[in-house]
């Protein structure tokens, strides 16, 4: 890493510091099973990508001709899959 990477990331780790702040006396009122259920879309939702990845991967190789059609439609599919993550996430936060 560069000089100028670290100083960088150092800068965002003191920017980001007051975020792990603690009220005293706040009721810890966190939902286990939202954050179980983050981290298994999360989990499924990279299995997916990966699979979803390595057919376009493996299409494209095969039939060269169909490339833009292939593309477009794993570009789809990822986001498709992605927003399993995102709606997860919301409700994590709604949850808690």
Known sequence: MTTRNVLLLLALMLVA???FAQTTGAADNRLPAAYIAMGIASG???????KAVASAAEAM???PAAQA???FALIL??????????YTLVITYIAK
Do not use: D, M
Request: aromatic fraction near 0%; hydrophobic fraction near 50%; include cysteine.
């Open 69 to 71: 059609g292939i593309r």
């Open 44 to 50: 499924l939702c990279a299995l997916a990508q990966g």
């Open 61 to 63: 190789a095969r039939n």
């Open 77 to 86: 599919g990822l986001v498709l899959i992605e927003s399993l993550g995102l």
């Open 17 to 19: 510091s007051p975020i």
